[in-house]
């Protein structure tokens, strides 16, 4: 049964966040469907569980039921503990009435530790869901970079890794592969959400960092391996998510991101189930395009600073 759901996605000004929410949606349920009716907000028609979206999700605000109507309200949140909140797409100037909406409603309200959350999305017009705020807490602050006994200026954040990985469409328990693992960062989103890791990194210092990130959150991987990602040692992985390295800090062998994606896309693609997805993020300068075997699904840009500007492209096994 098709649930109607409601995201309301963070508000970065790219295009990753509605991206990401509609990757999620569509690994547990191919055929969901959307529409954005106002900026920062998504519509789902879909099977996919919202609160298991919401608990994986992290580019977005609130992720929950749509309430079509007060019959609505009372089926979902009788004898909950409950809170109101309200968030305006564009300044209001004044603030919605928590007792229109959960009056006459067989809920005790709490505001420290609800159940539920009734959310009121206030746009062009005003859309009412049930969130469960409290299941999209992620803890990103434990996981940041410097928080891990393995550092390398080059790791990028766990918010980004997480979309990074939601793009590749991995549920939980699929292999999910790393080809570039770094200290981890990708990996560690990777495993939280419950896919079956395996990362690969040239550098044996940082396998072996990559080991200690991995300890460290309690995580077990299939396995981390010190290897050249051109030599893939996999038969086959359900996705792929990985940040080409680039710079003096990483650890690259000499060879340029342009060189990194010629040698590692052939190998890839031999590993790759058809349907499964690749998604690389590279310098823009060092363009991606698809291939007989690859289809290049779509792409995004996140701007880093005035001369760097990231490319975040996903491609699709055929």
């Not at 434990?142 to 990028?156: G, K, N, Q, T, V």
């Not at 693609?269 to 075997?293: A, C, D, F, N, Q």
Request: glycine residues 6%; hydrophobic residues 40%.
């Amino acid at each position: 049964m098709k649930n109607r759901s409601l995201v309301l996605l963070s508000g970065e000004g790219t295009t990753i966040p509605a991206a990401e929410a509609k990757a999620i949606f569509l690994a547990y349920d191919p055929d969901s469907r959307f529409e954005s009716p106002e900026p920062r907000l998504l519509l789902a028609d879909s099977t996919a569980n919202p609160w298991v979206i919401g608990a994986r999700i992290a580019f977005a605000r609130r992720v929950g039921v749509l309430a079509e109507s007060k019959d609505d309200v009372e089926r979902m949140l009788r004898g909950r503990r409950v809170r109101f909140r309200s968030f305006d797409l564009a300044p209001k100037g004044d603030h919605p009435d928590p007792g229109r909406y959960l009056g006459g409603i067989d809920a005790s309200v709490n505001l420290v530790d609800p159940d539920y959350e009734l959310t009121m999305v206030r746009g062009e017009r005003d859309y009412l869901a049930v969130t469960a705020p409290g299941g999209m807490r992620q803890a990103w602050s434990l996981r940041r970079p410097r928080r891990r006994p393995f550092f390398h200026p080059s790791a990028i954040f766990p918010k980004l890794s997480r979309a990074l990985f939601n793009l590749s469409r991995c549920r939980e328990g699929e292999v999910f592969f790393e080809p570039f693992a770094g200290t981890g960062s990708i990996a560690i989103e990777a495993s939280v959400v419950g896919a079956k890791v395996v990362a690969v990194d040239i550098s044996s210092l940082t396998a072996r960092g990559a080991i200690s990130n991995m300890k460290h959150y309690s995580q077990e991987w299939l396995g981390v391996v010190r290897a050249d990602s051109a030599l893939m040692p996999l038969i086959t992985a359900d996705a792929v998510a990985t940040d080409i390295p680039y710079g003096r800090a990483s650890s690259t062998r000499g060879r340029s991101p342009r060189e990194l994606l010629e040698n590692v896309l052939p190998a890839l693609t031999e590993i790759m189930k058809s349907g499964s997805r690749v998604v690389l993020m590279h310098p823009e300068e060092v363009p991606v395009e698809g291939s007989r075997e690859l289809a290049s699904e779509e792409q995004h840009y996140l701007h880093v600073h005035k001369l760097l500007t990231r490319a975040i492209t996903v491609l699709k096994r055929k």
